[in-house]
């Protein structure tokens, strides 16, 4: 599956407001991941964290680094479907293109 964003800044929009939706907040920032999420997995910090937000945390560094990650993406299917609709529709939008990807960007957009 080839996986599109136009390019980094869609990226990183589209991470942060997944990582928001599950209510990860600093972990993400217009240029990339903070500190504070390369240290939870450069160190193994994610045992701290529910298994959903985990394998979030894992998919967005999956999406980040621009490869599918089979392992991260099998994980979705062992979690209820409604803790996980918002990765799972950011992969379809990711999966269609850049358009699909703004679309999706202005329907999750927090306010």
Known sequence: MNYVFCDRQQTCAAIGVLLQREGLVGLWTSSGPTMRA???IERGGLSTYAREHRV???AAFAIWG???DPYVFSLLDVLPPSRTTTLRSLLA???A???AVNRWLQANELN
């Open 66 to 68: 621009a490869e599918e």
């Open 56 to 58: 979030v945390i894992l």
């Open 93 to 95: 939008a990711r999966a």
């Open 97 to 99: 293109g850049p358009a």
């Open 38 to 40: 390369a240290t939870l």
